[in-house]
Each structure stands twice: as C-alpha cells, then as structure tokens.
C-alpha cells in the first residue's frame, strides 16, 4: 500500500480532523504518514512540494505556484475565526502597524489580511505564532498579530485587542474568511488526488461523529492549552467549510488570494 505524507499542524483542529486518517479509522488505499509542523514552516516546505499532501495557507498559495492544488476537504474558513492584532494597552490599528509589530510569518493569510486592512510602516518581525504574545508583555513588540489558541488567551496576558480582522474581512466582502486549506502536490494522478480528497473528507465527518476519538491525540500536541480551550479551537476552526469549501469557500479564497496587498519593511528575527 502506497504512503503519503501528509504535513498539517499540532493545533487542536488539525489534531481532531485528520486524527481518524492517520489513525486509519477511516477506509483510504493509502497510507498518511503525518509531519506535524507550524503553518508558516509548512508554507515554506511546500515551496519545494515536500509533501504529497500539506495544510497552507491560503495567504501562501499564490508563492507555491502550480505545484499545489486545493482540495474541497480540510479546510479552515468560517466566521469569527480571523486573527487578532493585540497590545499592551489601547490604540488604533493605525498605530499598531506604525510601530514594531510581531507576525506569525510573512505567508500567513493573517498577515495577508493585515496588509489589506492596514499595510504596515513599521518594523514587522517574524515570530512563531506562540511566542507573539509574550514578546508583546515584555515590551518587545509593540503590537503583535495572533492566531490559533493566542486568539483565546490573549487576555489572561493581560493584552488587549486592537482589531479583529476577520470582521474586518467579513463585513468587507460578505463572505467567510479563508485561512488555510489542505494541498495535494500536482504531480500526483488525478485518481489519487480524488481519494485523498475522500479520505481527509471522511477524516473531518467522524471526528464529528466521534468528538472525544481524537482527545489523547489532540493533547498529546496541545502544549500548554488547557481542555477549554482545546475545545474553543476546535469549535471555531473545524466546520462545515471543513467537510467540503463549497461555492462560498472558493469564492472567499478566490478574492483573497487575488486581492492586491501593500508591502511592508521587515526584520528576519526569532
């Protein structure tokens, strides 16, 4: 039986999805070898199409080129799941982006949403997206954009929040936002690539069929995450867009993606 590789994160949500495939609970003709990676670090292999099958963002797909194609199954979009820009105390997004402001990476959708709503004239700094928010208690940063489970727990760092982009990107356009989404590499037979879609699909419908399946695996590769917040992720980022994009989905990604942004200064740190 064939392997695939398949790189996605050790976020609760993609714990939970892909949990029965990797498991083999559900029927595949192949095997899921899993990578467990951070999204920008999965956005940067996939530039060399290092797995046959890769969770990107979709702020990163017009850099990987052809070498990807998107499936309908596994995707992250909805509503009220964009990312936040947090600091220290009040300010507007004008100021944020104006001062040293840390990012979870340059191909991130979150920092392609950030520079349609307000491109940065700052100092942008590339952190891994938990060390964001303590970089921003200790005064390194200015502001800092967060994702996944920072979008829960900023406040218990004694942050606030500048701006939600995702409201900004849903009363903008009217549709939902568009994170990320699961990749097959090109050169994979158009049949293969049919059943890998039908494999993760399946994947998603029993962790909702089977919620607490997948508990020992998620916090295996939760870090410090506490079972609330496990379950908040989860429940925001793992959907209906998730069992199949749809038309909604295709058109969210499609104007994202084509979406002109403005540039930025940068600094290279962590």
Known sequence: MRTL???????????????????????????????????EELNRRARDGAFYLTKLSVGAFASVGDRYRLLRS??????????????????????????????????TTAYRLLRLAAPPT?????????????????GDLDAGL????????????????????GDWWEQDTGLPVPLAGICARSDLDAETIAMAEAAIR????????????????????????SDAVCDAHIAL?????????????????ARLVGAHVGA???SAAD
């Open 5 to 39: 590789t398949f790189g996605y994160s050790p976020c609760p949500n993609d714990t939970f999805a892909f949990h029965a495939l990797t498991h083999g609970l559900v029927d595949a003709p192949f095997r899921v070898e899993p990578v467990l990676l951070d999204i």
């Open 74 to 107: 596994g995707a992250a979009l909805g509503q009220g799941v964009g990312p936040l820009v947090v600091a220290r105390t009040p300010m507007t997004l004008a100021d944020a982006v104006r001062g040293r402001l840390g990012i979870p990476g340059i191909d």
């Open 122 to 138: 700052g100092e942008i700094v590339e952190l891994r997206y938990d060390r964001i928010l303590r970089a921003v208690v200790n």
């Open 146 to 165: 967060v994702i996944h489970e920072s979008r829960f727990t900023y406040a218990e760092h004694g942050l606030v929040r500048v701006a939600d982009l």
């Open 202 to 225: 399946a994947s998603v419908q029993y962790a909702f069929d089977h919620p607490n399946a997948s508990r020992a695996y998620v916090r295996a590769h939760a870090q410090e995450m």
């Open 237 to 253: 980022y793992v959907n209906r867009f998730s069992l199949d994009v749809g038309d909604d989905g295709h058109a969210a990604i």
């Open 264 to 266: 930025a200064s940068r």
